[in-house]
């Protein structure tokens, strides 16, 4: 008996041992409050390891207005009217959470959940958002937005007040030391239809962005008035019977694709049937392709096309997702239809989406259940919980499910991929926010609960850079965190950024492109030496360089792409042959024209290493190895 209770007591121990092995270690964390409400939004990281926290903040009917992360103050427009007004601030960081620069709005009101931010390569971030005057009908003047930059200069996007107070879009695109750079207003169409009741002041969502390795955007949501771009009229057609009300599910979904200065490229959304619903949640680029999710509702009998691909969604709120290339090409799309719960009531929230290693990680909430390649995940209750799915990126299959258990509303709102492990974050309302992990097959979770208090505390955006996360949560009252005895108290509704080390091992890919196309992937841990693959064949060229790798790897996966210039007096060239001879000698490379040839030395892994103009002889000091002169091999002894 003493053998047994011995042995109980030491797995216990174990199983207690493992738990704190894989529990995350707490940081630091931060409020975003003030005295009026703040309302979280998106965390996003760059391969830089910088964050990007975007929220908004209330007005609180005084003469002033501000809210604060750590000891940087913001100040904006305050509010008169009987709704509230929202500023937006968007905070470049550190992986401590020391601010670098910070930009914010002090005229204009923002949507912050229908809105989004994405960094760029340079260091700075693009905005796309939902706006409005300030203050309904006791605005100031025409400024429909105005921007205080990190050194404090201002550029306002003007809109004519028409007399409603509506919506319009709005793209602002800052730089690395906190400037804006360019605006762009986006118009909407509020004309009032004679089947109206209301004016449709508001027709446009922004709901994520992300970038490919040229820099350009892209930018999904749902739009459901006609929109103004660069001249071109894009026109809704799941609208039909609509009275105008802010409040009814309708829509069309779209993907815009805009070059770096803002201008649109092309527009992806469905054909077809006018439908009840559609929105795209989530897009991510990963691997030279475009990944999207998103939800569709339609009733059974009508369907819509994405590029060629038809898809008809029951009369529920479905998950679809899809894969497209950059040049707008439908690779594939698919629905997981949704269930009834045993009311006969569905509903369904897509919120996440991670996109590596060849798997899609989706996340949301829902009320009752999706079914899709023989696989099911339900809800317990009439109350929305918190599901999972884990899909193929080579054609969507649904290959593993599950949800969140216990009674309360409960969602996920983020998700990331490891070599091992797969990872939620998200809440049970009123009791935690967590962090969870499963294992490759959604099996085996550890759960670990971060964050409890703050009232009806809600999960919001996070973010993971190598093995740091950041994790954002909004709530009313004192937060507390698992790790430190410190708690945090809201002003009102205030946001927390709470920072974590997750116990994972986890190795990063380099994805290389050759003219746009997938050449090859190889991984690396982190902060581990790149070395350039070699050159794909590319007849007649040359690799100049593999744009944008870095040295070491960074804590996330990157795509890079080939750079080729034509291939200057080719060998195979009888001409070359004769106005070229190339020798080589003890720590040296010798090389004889009889004209002006331009002379590439490249690396045998493609790297260019010297390119010269030369007209004679002319000697050429290089290390010992094996190099590529113009296509003609030669060894340095």
């Known amino acids: 008996?003493?053998?047994?209770?011995?042995?109980?007591?030491?797995?216990?121990?174990?199983?207690?041992?493992?738990?704190?092995?894989?529990?995350?270690?707490?940081?630091?964390?931060?409020?975003?409050?003030?005295?009026?409400?703040?309302?979280?939004?998106?965390?996003?990281?760059?391969?830089?390891?910088d964050y990007f926290i975007f929220s908004t903040f209330a007005s609180n009917g005084t003469e002033s207005l501000t809210t604060s992360f750590g000891d940087v103050t913001v100040t904006?427009?305050?509010?008169?009217?009987?709704?509230?007004?929202?500023?937006?601030?968007?905070?470049?960081?550190?992986?401590?959470?020391?601010?670098?620069w910070h930009v914010n709005s002090n005229m204009g009101d923002v949507t912050a959940n229908s809105s989004s931010v994405e960094p760029t390569s340079d260091g700075g971030a693009l905005l796309a958002m939902k706006i409005r005057h300030t203050n309904r009908n006791e605005h100031q003047n025409d400024i429909i937005l105005s921007i205080v930059s990190n050194d404090e200069s201002v550029q306002s996007i003007e809109k004519t007040y028409e007399g409603s107070w509506s919506y319009e879009g709005a793209l602002v695109k800052i730089d690395a030391n906190g400037i804006v750079e360019w605006t762009k207003l986006i118009e909407e169409d509020h004309t009032q239809q004679e089947d109206q009741k209301y004016v449709p002041t508001d027709g446009l969502d922004f709901y994520d962005i992300t970038t490919d390795v040229d820099g350009n955007y892209y930018i999904a949501g749902r739009f459901r008035c006609p929109v103004t771009i660069d001249e071109q009229v894009l026109t809704p057609r799941n609208i039909e019977g609509w009275t105008g009300d802010s409040q009814t599910q309708n829509g069309d979904m779209f993907v815009w694709?805009?070059?770096?200065?803002?201008?649109?490229?092309?527009?992806?959304?469905?054909?077809?049937?006018?439908?009840?619903?559609?929105?795209?949640?989530?897009?991510t680029y990963s691997e030279g392709a475009l990944y999207m999710v998103g939800m569709i509702k339609g009733d059974e009998t009508k369907s819509v096309k994405l590029g060629e691909i038809s898809l008809t969604p029951n009369a529920f709120i479905n998950t679809f997702t899809a894969k497209i290339t950059t040049e707008k090409r439908v690779e594939w799309a698919k629905i997981y239809p949704s269930?009834?719960?045993?009311?006969?009531?569905?509903?369904?929230?897509?919120?996440?989406?991670?996109?590596?290693?060849?798997?899609?990680?989706?996340g949301g909430a829902l009320k009752g259940g999706i079914s899709a390649d023989d696989l099911t995940v339900e809800s317990e209750t009439a109350s929305l919980q918190g599901y999972v799915l884990k899909c193929d990126t080579k054609d969507g299959k649904l290959l593993a499910v599950n949800s969140q258990k216990g009674t309360g509303i409960s969602k996920i709102t983020e998700a990331f991929i490891t070599d091992n492990q797969l990872l939620v974050y998200g809440y049970l309302m009123s009791q935690s926010l967590y962090i969870d992990?499963?294992?490759?097959?959604?099996?085996?979770v550890v759960k670990n609960n971060?964050?409890?208090?703050?009232?009806?505390?809600?999960?919001?955006?996070?973010?993971l850079y190598n093995n740091t996360t950041f994790c954002y949560a909004r709530g009313r009252g004192t937060f507390a965190l698992s790790g430190t005895d410190d708690t945090f108290a809201t002003q009102e509704w205030g946001g927390l950024v709470a920072a974590y080390n997750l116990p994972i091992n986890n190795s990063y890919t380099v994805t290389y492109l050759s003219d746009d196309e997938f050449y090859k992937n190889e991984t690396y841990n982190f902060n581990e030496t790149i070395t350039a693959a070699e050159a794909?064949?590319?007849?007649?060229?040359?690799?100049?360089?593999?744009?944008?790798?870095?040295?070491?790897?960074?804590?996330?996966?990157?795509?890079?792409?080939?750079?080729?210039?034509?291939?200057?007096?080719?060998?195979?060239?009888?001409?070359?042959?004769?106005?070229?001879?190339?020798?080589?000698?003890?720590?040296?490379?010798?090389?004889?024209?009889?004209?002006?040839?331009?002379?590439?030395?490249?690396?045998?892994?493609?790297?260019l290493l010297k390119t010269i103009d030369i007209n004679g002889t002319e000697n050429i000091n290089m290390p010992q190895g094996i190099y590529l002169v113009n296509g003609k091999k030669v060894i340095v002894y």
């Open 437 to 444: 992990s499963y294992d490759m097959d959604l099996n085996n």
């Open 536 to 607: 794909p064949e590319k007849e007649g060229f040359e690799l100049t360089e593999w744009e944008g790798l870095p040295k070491t790897m960074p804590g996330v996966d990157i795509v890079v792409k080939a750079i080729w210039q034509e291939r200057p007096n080719s060998i195979n060239d009888k001409t070359a042959e004769d106005n070229i001879k190339v020798y080589a000698s003890a720590g040296q490379i010798i090389i004889k024209t009889q004209e002006v040839c331009r002379i590439n030395i490249f690396s045998v892994n493609g790297q």
């Open 450 to 463: 971060i964050i409890t208090g703050g009232g009806a505390a809600t999960s919001w955006g996070a973010a």
């Open 257 to 283: 694709k805009m070059d770096k200065d803002g201008k649109l490229v092309w527009n992806l959304t469905t054909t077809g049937d006018a439908i009840t619903y559609e929105s795209v949640k989530r897009i």
């Open 1 to 49: 008996m003493k053998k047994i209770l011995l042995l109980m007591a030491c797995a216990i121990n174990l199983a207690t041992v493992m738990q704190a092995e894989n529990e995350p270690v707490y940081q630091w964390g931060k409020l975003t409050d003030g005295a009026g409400s703040d309302n979280p939004s998106e965390i996003k990281v760059n391969r830089d390891g």
């Open 339 to 362: 269930t009834a719960f045993t009311d006969g009531k569905s509903n369904n929230q897509v919120e996440a989406l991670c996109v590596r290693k060849g798997i899609m990680l989706i």
């Open 76 to 100: 904006g427009a305050p509010n008169s009217a009987t709704s509230g007004n929202y500023n937006f601030v968007l905070y470049k960081t550190d992986a401590q959470g020391n601010v670098e």
